[in-house]
């Protein structure tokens, strides 16, 4: 009986570790139906890249904000700053970079470190 | 004799085996309990969410990622990435049918109800028919983004306080009913349907004597002639109003106005026959040049197409 419950015990805490690693590894706990606030920061950031883009061509900065509001985040301007500012200090893709400054020029946020990043108007090309 | 030493040895034998330290039946029995243990701990316990994939998100938030990737795809016109992030949303069946079905609902709904949506929507209707999809969005609104969704430069906030508007200063016709009938019978001209309307432009004046007026003007095709009786919409949060042009027959048969109140944003837009403005018109506060505190005003232009 002894070495009945020896084994037991030492097996249950095997075990217990086996199961806790499977819980939180490979079979973790996916949850649905999540805010968008809860999008890891990657997904975010592209979100905010999207909305960019959206914001080059129809320049509604309205809707731009609005759309972005989706994240949750306090303060949209400021966010996009942010975005674009990290985009450039690790050294993303420049098109993005370039989406990301027309978007934060948009909300008066064009920084030092975007000047260098903003779209050269070429002369006869818009106004 | 023989019976009674072979007993005796087998007996020995037995003793003088040597006795295992594990329980096979304890070890499996202990392995299976604490993995089971181990998942329900692991699963139960409160999970602090990070990471979070698209696929994960609220229907809702799934439809406003798609309008992302709709307006990315407008812009750059890159249709595999596009379909790729649609693919990572995991959405059932054919994903660009679902950006096909996400546009329908936007489109059924009061999302529609300004330009950014307009435009949202149209891109995506741009992005599934340019795939050879089909949605029920094509019925109700065009793919074609008319001239009416044109940028207004005004230069005011964003900002929409919640303060009660007023009525507008031009009723809408109702037909008399109940109330007093007054002297001054007001007969509004009609005139045939017309096809949609465009946005001409829109500009701002600070006068104390029209302090926070909207001033419409609608005119016919060659941009002259007003229309009179058409409806043109205010909306505001919380509220909307509809009044008409050609009931100030003294300030021209284009002509209809709304007063508005003090830091409230109206959206401003003819209901069915143009879009709505793409940005809101603000009643921010301004200096007159004689110095005295108004509201600022608008004067809006829109123009039948043909």
Redesign the interface.
Known sequence: MK??????????????????????VP??????????R???QR?QD??T???A??Y????????A???LR?LGVENVAQHVQEVAERYITTSRDV?EIQ?LVVLAEGMGRLTPMMEPFRPVMLPGQGS | MSESSASSRSRTRQYQRPRRLISWFGVVLGVSFGIVGGLLLAWSQPVQEYDTAPWQLTAADRSAYMVAIALRYDSDGDVGRAVQQLIDLRLPGDPIEQMAVAACELATTGYVDNASGLHAVRAMMRFYQAQGRSGCADQVISVDDPASTTIVDIQAPTSTPTLPPPDTKTPTPDGGIGGTPTPNILVIPTSPPQTDFTFVNAATFCDSTRSGLIEVYVYDVNGATGIPGQAVRARWDGGESTFFSGLKPERGTAYADFQMSENLSYILDMPGRADPLAQPLVAVTCTTAEGQRAVIGYRVTFRALE
């Open positions: 070495r009945f419950l020896i084994s037991f015990f030492a097996a249950l805490v095997i075990g217990l570790v086996i199961g806790l690693y499977l819980g939180w079979f973790p706990v996916q949850y649905v139906d999540s805010p968008a809860d999008l890891a997904y592209d979100y890249v999207m909305i883009a959206g080059r061509v129809d320049l509604d900065l309205t809707g904000v609005e759309r989706v098109a989406l």
